[in-house]
């Protein structure tokens, strides 16, 4: 059982960053795929990036790539989301999610993740 805790969302101007945090208790951490995704009113929850367990590759949506930056510190049971170049598109609810034997080809689904954390709102004004 894995709980998660957003933090550290905002609003932002547009060309401006902002750094999610994602706390993590219960189960071994490091076994386990971490993903963020973003979700807008009326829309489905869409993959943002993800840090792979036992290992930790990275993986971003095509559309983030190059101005977000996933990473974990498993000693700390957290996972970041350095968000960077933020643009209006960007504004949404952030959710971060864990789950364990993932391959590279499930982790931009929401449905192979066990655990979400509550989200948290990013807004990014033009």
């Known amino acids: 059982q894995v709980q998660l805790a957003e933090s550290g969302g905002g609003l932002v101007q547009a060309g401006g960053s902002l750094r999610l945090a994602c706390a993590a208790s219960g189960d071994t951490f490091r076994r386990y795929s971490l993903g963020w995704f973003r979700q807008v009113p009326g829309k489905e929850r869409e993959f943002v990036a993800a840090?792979?367990?036992?290992?930790?590759?990275?993986y971003y949506a095509d559309s983030v790539k190059g101005r977000f930056t996933v990473s974990r510190d498993n000693a700390k049971n957290s996972v970041y989301l350095q968000m960077n170049s933020l643009q209006p598109e960007d504004t949404a609810v952030y959710y971060c999610?864990?789950?364990?034997?993932?391959?590279?080809?499930?982790?931009?689904?929401?449905?192979?993740?066990?655990?979400w954390g509550q989200g948290t709102q990013v807004t990014v004004s033009s």
């Open positions: 840090s792979k367990g036992n290992g930790g590759n990275t």
């Open positions: 999610a864990a789950g364990q034997r993932l391959i590279v080809t499930t982790l931009g689904r929401p449905s192979a993740y066990d655990y």
